[in-house]
Nanobody, 116 residues
Framework: QVQLVESGGGLVQAGGSLRLSCEAS?????????MGWYRQAPGKQRELVAR???????YYLDSVNIRFTISRDNAKNTVSLQMNSLKPEDTAVYYC?????????WGQGTQVTVSS
């Protein structure tokens, strides 16, 4: 089983920045293709925020494009999400995800709260 350990998150004022990091360990980490971040706000479905493939292709949710930047270090099995110009609507629990194309592994989630 791949384990994902997240760090970062917290409380920030609107317009501020936060950085989330996630490290994958154990299991079939070499078979991970997508690594990325999802989020889930209260009463809403979990949504994909950003993800990157093992060869560097990226995807961003329209509402975070330009403001968020995802980066991945394949040698260290880490993925980070730099979040700038945060808005109150970015408030959610953010989950790191690792997708081997056969199974998706999830981190425990980290709270991001943006105050207005």
């Amino acid at each position: 089983q791949v384990q994902l350990v997240e760090s970062g998150g917290g409380l920030v004022q609107a317009g501020g920045s936060l950085r989330l990091s996630c490290e994958a360990s154990r299991g079939s980490i070499f078979s991970i293709y997508f690594m990325g971040w999802y989020r889930q706000a209260p009463g809403k479905q979990r949504e994909l925020v950003a993800r990157t493939t093992s060869d560097g292709n990226t995807y961003y949710l329209d509402s975070v494009n330009i403001r968020f930047t995802i980066s991945r270090d394949n040698a260290k099995n880490t993925v980070s999400l730099q979040m700038n110009s945060l808005k109150p609507e970015d408030t959610a629990v953010y989950y790191c995800a690792a997708d081997t194309l056969h199974k998706i592994y999830w981190g425990q989630g980290t709270q991001v709260t943006v105050s207005s």
